[in-house]
């Protein structure tokens, strides 16, 4: 961000709304609808009312849109809308009550009401409002049908349906209420009308002039004194509305559709909205660099998208061409559904678990490069059947590497870029992509001798995510009609019905038995060979019913029924639990060894050479 393209000054409020100047500051028109209520009128009233002149309060950040000096100057407000709204209201309510008083004011007070009346609308001119609300909500009508009612603006128009009930008519409303009770707590009417107009036309704001939405994004952090701040995210959507309405696209409406579209293929978590932007540019950073390519420069736009770097990135791309721009976005962003599971139409049985099973171990770092291989999968010669092949390969990558931290999270997306470029350098096509990939994941993981190794350690301890879903992925391996299980189902607190259980307990009050069984009763021995054995894999299975076999004895947990005589102990028909139930003890040599075995399976399970 280049300071000096940044303004920074101090004005009061008066200055802001200055009658002499043609000022408008505009509400882009799919920003947040206005939010503020009670408790924000109130404090804002309270204290511009109980504090001396010249109260500070806060700052906007604005863009100046004006295509033309001469004609008003435009100011798109990025950040400081609810403030400038309630602002208005207010003066409005100011208004409203001065008029009530109009035969009993002198020349120079009806002078400062006609003043007061220009900051809301430009002068000379009764239809052109200095604050123009944004349109979400109905509030840029209630604004309107306001300033039309106490006489603002002409032509008269109608309130809207239902406006009393909506958050911009009922801040008017407040601050007429407050107005008219502060009068009656005061002898002299027209002076504290007065009284209250100088405190607000003095309250103080910092006006920062940006030039552009990348700018004023990196400015947000810098600010404490913000409430909901703007995101990425909603800036990216301003800036691309905002182009395709300079741009002359008549159905706007259409437009925002149609964003609200990717939004909703996206899902509510913005985690997932902001890491699909950045994936997108990663997956498609060639094709999206073409217009901007340089000789000297391959990726003009930049090597690799991140959370500092993206709005700068996609500001250029829609500044270039904002309807292609949505087109792409549109297209990408319903591809990618499929691969978080937001949108399931059309996706086999396999790709579903294949999917889910990539979600599961935490493989979101490679959505990148499946978005990449499914949006070109004719190009590239890759059917449904080989994208589930890639899935698996990517399960088994990341099992690896979220065990043993190879390679750091750092590097797997340019690990996944460098891929892409290498299909599109040398035209790679069908299985030779999936041998690639193979080989890719391969020298880029922990060897089987450095994932054997950390297998036998204290996996619980050291990632309970990835150890539950080996063991899951283990017991799954076993699993017949009449004993299969959802072994991913929650309740509706998210937690799972299967959970990890310790076979030797964990808790620090080892029980009796347990003492016996595995130290001889020596209980100090007892805590120390817990602390080296009770979270590795040979101490650990699945069971729904961790809690009530807790820390009973070995042969409890072992032949533990339900009500209905049903084994939920350790004799339920698992294969994860035969070298468990056929056991009469519990021992460490006993966990060793079947730490051993399991060890052996899952480096086999999760390979990757062939």
């Known amino acids: 961000m280049n300071l000096n393209n940044i303004n920074v000054n101090k004005y009061p409020l008066s200055q802001i709304f200055d009658p002499d100047t043609r000022h408008i500051f505009e509400i882009p028109k799919y920003q947040r609808a206005y939010t503020w209520g009670k408790n924000n009128w109130e404090q804002l009233f309270d204290d511009l009312i109980e504090n001396d002149l010249g109260y500070f309060l806060g700052s906007i950040i604005c863009i100046d849109t004006?295509?033309?000096?001469?004609?008003?100057?435009?100011?798109?407000?990025?950040?400081?809308?609810?403030?400038?709204?309630?602002?208005?209201?207010?003066?409005?309510?100011?208004?409203?009550?001065?008029?009530?008083?109009?035969?009993?004011?002198?020349?120079?007070?009806?002078?400062?009401?006609?003043?007061?009346?220009?900051?809301?609308?430009?002068?000379?001119?009764?239809?052109?409002?200095?604050?123009v609300p944004q349109v979400q909500g109905s509030n840029r009508d209630d604004y309107l049908g306001i300033l039309s009612l106490i006489g603002i603006i002409t032509p008269k128009r109608n309130m809207p349906s239902y406006a009393g009930v909506r958050r911009v008519v009922k801040a008017y409303d407040y601050f007429c209420g407050r107005i008219w009770a502060y009068l009656n707590d005061n002898d002299d009417v027209i002076n504290s009308l007065f009284t209250i107009l100088d405190k607000v036309n003095s309250a103080i704001l910092v006006k920062i002039d940006v030039p552009s939405h990348s700018d004023a994004y990196t400015l947000f952090a810098s600010l404490n004194d913000r409430g909901a701040p703007l995101t990425?995210?909603?800036?990216?959507k301003n800036m691309l509305l905002a182009h395709l309405d300079r741009a002359g696209e008549k159905d706007i409406d259409s437009h925002y559709n149609r964003?609200?579209?990717?939004?909703?293929?996206?899902?509510?978590?913005?985690?997932?909205?902001?890491?699909?932007?950045?994936?997108?540019?990663?997956?498609?950073?060639k094709e999206l660099?073409?217009?901007?390519?340089?000789?000297?420069?391959?990726?003009?736009?930049?090597?690799?998208?991140?959370?500092?770097?993206?709005?700068?990135?996609?500001?250029?791309?829609?500044?270039?061409?904002?309807?292609?721009?949505?087109?792409?976005?549109?297209?990408?962003?319903?591809?990618?559904?499929?691969?978080?599971?937001?949108?399931?139409?059309?996706?086999?049985?396999?790709?579903?678990?294949?999917?889910l099973d990539l979600k599961r171990i935490q493989g979101a770092p490679s959505y990148l490069l499946l978005l990449y291989l499914v949006k070109n999968h004719n190009s590239l010669q890759i059917n449904d059947d080989e994208i589930v092949k890639v899935c698996r390969l990517l399960v088994n990558f990341f099992v690896r590497r979220n065990m043993t931290?190879?390679?750091?999270?750092?590097?797997?997306?340019?690990?996944?870029?460098?891929?892409?470029?290498?299909?599109?350098?040398?035209?790679?096509?069908?299985?030779?992509?999936?041998?690639?990939?193979?080989?890719?994941?391969?020298?880029?993981?922990?060897?089987?001798?450095?994932?054997?190794?950390?297998?036998?350690?204290?996996?619980?301890?050291?990632?309970?995510?990835?150890?539950?879903?080996?063991?899951?992925?283990?017991?799954?391996?076993?699993?017949?009609?009449?004993?299969?299980?959802?072994?991913?189902k929650t309740n509706e607190k998210g937690k799972?019905?299967?959970?990890?259980?310790?076979?030797?307990?964990?808790?620090?009050?080892?029980?009796?038995?347990?003492?016996?069984?595995?130290?001889?009763?020596?209980?100090?021995?007892?805590?120390?060979?817990?602390?080296?054995?009770?979270?590795?894999?040979?101490?650990?299975?699945?069971?729904?019913?961790?809690?009530?076999?807790?820390?009973?004895?070995?042969?409890?947990?072992?032949?533990?029924?339900?009500?209905?005589?049903?084994?939920?102990?350790?004799?339920?028909?698992?294969?994860?639990?035969s070298d468990v139930c056929d056991k009469d003890q519990w021992t460490v040599d006993i966990i060793k060894a079947r730490t051993?075995?399991?060890?052996?399976?899952?480096?086999?399970?999760?390979?990757?050479k062939e």
């Open 66 to 131: 004006a295509t033309d000096a001469i004609n008003s100057p435009k100011f798109e407000v990025v950040d400081g809308q609810q403030r400038l709204t309630t602002l208005s209201l207010f003066l409005a309510a100011l208004y409203t009550v001065l008029s009530k008083h109009h035969e009993k004011l002198n020349d120079d007070q009806l002078t400062d009401i006609i003043q007061l009346k220009r900051k809301l609308v430009l002068k000379n001119t009764d239809s052109a409002i200095r604050v």
């Open 259 to 285: 964003w609200e579209g990717i939004l909703k293929d996206l899902g509510e978590e913005y985690y997932e909205q902001e890491r699909f932007f950045r994936q997108n540019y990663n997956a498609f950073r």
């Open 596 to 608: 051993e075995r399991m060890v052996e399976t899952i480096v086999t399970m999760f390979a990757l």
């Open 289 to 355: 660099n073409l217009p901007f390519y340089k000789e000297d420069r391959l990726y003009p736009l930049g090597t690799m998208a991140t959370r500092s770097t993206m709005l700068g990135i996609y500001e250029k791309i829609i500044k270039d061409n904002p309807v292609k721009a949505l087109e792409k976005l549109t297209e990408n962003a319903s591809l990618y559904a499929g691969i978080i599971l937001n949108k399931e139409d059309g996706l086999t049985a396999a790709q579903r678990e294949s999917y």
């Open 405 to 488: 931290d190879i390679p750091p999270t750092r590097d797997l997306t340019r690990m996944f870029m460098s891929f892409i470029e290498e299909i599109e350098q040398n035209n790679l096509t069908g299985d030779v992509i999936l041998a690639r990939l193979r080989n890719k994941l391969a020298d880029n993981s922990a060897s089987d001798e450095v994932f054997a190794e950390k297998l036998k350690g204290p996996v619980y301890d050291d990632n309970v995510s990835a150890t539950r879903f080996i063991l899951c992925m283990m017991a799954k391996r076993g699993m017949t009609r009449e004993n299969e299980q959802d072994l991913w």
């Open 232 to 236: 990425a995210i909603d800036l990216i």
């Open 496 to 577: 799972y019905f299967w959970s990890i259980e310790h076979i030797f307990p964990q808790g620090d009050n080892i029980p009796n038995p347990w003492v016996n069984m595995i130290a001889g009763g020596d209980r100090q021995k007892a805590k120390e060979l817990q602390a080296e054995y009770v979270h590795t894999f040979g101490n650990l299975t699945i069971t729904a019913y961790n809690s009530s076999l807790s820390n009973k004895s070995f042969q409890e947990k072992k032949e533990r029924k339900d009500s209905d005589g049903k084994y939920i102990g350790y004799l339920n028909g698992f294969n994860l639990n």
